[in-house]
T-cell receptor, first 116, second 111 residues
Framework: NAGVMQNPRHLVRRRGQEARLRCSPMKGHSHVYWYRQLPEEGLKFMVYLQKENIIDESGMPKERFSAEFPKEGPSILRIQQVVRGDSAAYFC??????????????FGAGSRLTVL | GESVGLHLPTLSVQEGDNSIINCAYSNSASDYFIWYKQESGKGPQFIIDIRSNMDKRQGQRVTVLLNKTVKHLSLQIAATQPGDSAVYFCAERGNTDKLIFGTGTRLQVFP
């Protein structure tokens, strides 16, 4: 079991470019969450997805940010026209089922975005 | 709104001592709590969890205590080791399906 796989681990973009972060959940997991972490801060919820559906995007900025979790393939967090304030670590987590008792999220190693 | 906060941003302990990391939460409807450990450059790693119908749960060298009356959560680490050095986050699940994380406490273990 490879766990939650995120790529790229490090991404450098110039202001105005697009950033695409990928997340493959653990095998058998159908729930994916994206969190953002600034240096020396906690994890801030961004979006919760199930296959082909966005369940909760209350933590997503209204502009430039989007997320998807297609029927086939990894979940994608897309940031358009990046700005320096987007520099952060973006963590993906997955879970088997929200209401199957313990809702333990398994996290990936994160993707660290640096905007120059 | 929902919020989770920690009393101490940094905790320094000597190797072999016990560590106690505290967490306050504000949503009385939260029914599930988790402690995560995050080492530098890595993703959060599950340590232990507790449901709201319990007040104590023990794992290997770790104990989580939940006081619903004052909405307080603590993580106790026995015989702290250098490998325990990390940032520790508590997280709660409230009315929604997502986990809300606290700011984090950095644990530094000195020999």
């Amino acid at each position: 079991n490879a766990g939650v796989m995120q790529n790229p681990r490090h991404l450098v973009r110039r202001r105005g470019q697009e950033a695409r972060l990928r997340c493959s959940p653990m095998k058998g997991h159908s729930h994916v969450y994206w969190y953002r972490q600034l240096p020396e801060e906690g994890l801030k919820f961004m979006v919760y997805l199930q296959k082909e559906n966005i369940i909760d995007e209350s933590g997503m900025p209204k502009e430039r940010f989007s997320a998807e979790f297609p029927k086939e393939g990894p979940s994608i967090l897309r940031i358009q026209q990046v700005v320096r304030g987007d520099s952060a670590a973006y963590f993906c987590a997955s879970s088997l089922d929200n209401y199957s008792g313990a809702n333990v999220l398994t996290f990936g190693a994160g993707s660290r975005l640096t905007v120059l | 709104g929902e919020s989770v906060g920690l009393h101490l941003p940094t905790l320094s302990v000597q190797e072999g001592d016990n560590s106690i990391i505290n967490c306050a939460y504000s949503n009385s409807a939260s029914d599930y709590f988790i402690w995560y450990k995050q080492e530098s450059g890595k993703g959060p790693q599950f340590i232990i969890d507790i449901r709201s119908n319990m007040d104590k749960r023990q794992g290997q060298r770790v104990t989580v205590l939940l006081n619903k009356t004052v909405k307080h959560l603590s993580l106790q680490i026995a015989a702290t080791q250098p490998g325990d050095s990390a940032v520790y986050f508590c997280a709660e699940r409230g009315n929604t399906d997502k986990l809300i994380f606290g700011t984090g406490t950095r644990l530094q273990v000195f020999p």
